[in-house]
């Protein structure tokens, strides 16, 4: 079985939901890391320079996925079956269209966080 690593914002009710009913093939092995919580998958994403707070980061297949590249990636690795990967596959397995439309949702997500009380994740330093 190949293992999908997606370190996520686990205070954002939109990701969180997002990442628990999209259905993955059935023979990969998916570990769900909470990027507002130490662990070494956030160490090494701050380390790379990925802006936890402007995207997700998926790893597979020895390879980092990170913002519209991860939406993508999941995208094609989801079964066909269930609205929302369905509605996933409309929308992000183009990655001209994930580039597009990806912004928007990290927009909309930084508002809910804020909004909510949960503050930024803020994994890299701010200059």
Do not use: W
Not at 36 to 56: C, I, N, V
Not at 95 to 117: D, M, N, S
């Amino acid at each position: 079985m190949e293992t999908i690593r997606i370190l996520y914002d686990g205070d954002c009710p939109f990701c969180t939901r997002y990442v628990r009913l999209l259905r993955l093939r059935e023979n990969l092995t998916v570990e769900l890391v909470n990027a507002r919580e130490s662990s070494g998958d956030r160490d090494a994403a701050t380390q790379k320079g990925y802006d936890l707070d402007h995207g997700m980061l998926v790893t597979y297949g020895g390879q980092d996925y990170y913002a519209d590249a991860a939406i993508t990636i999941l995208s094609v690795l989801a079964t066909p079956s269930g609205f929302i990967n369905r509605l996933s596959a409309a929308a992000f397995r183009s990655p001209k269209r994930a580039k597009l439309i990806y912004p928007v949702l990290a927009f909309f997500r930084r508002i809910t966080v804020l909004a909510l009380g949960r503050g930024l994740i803020r994994n890299l330093p701010r200059g």
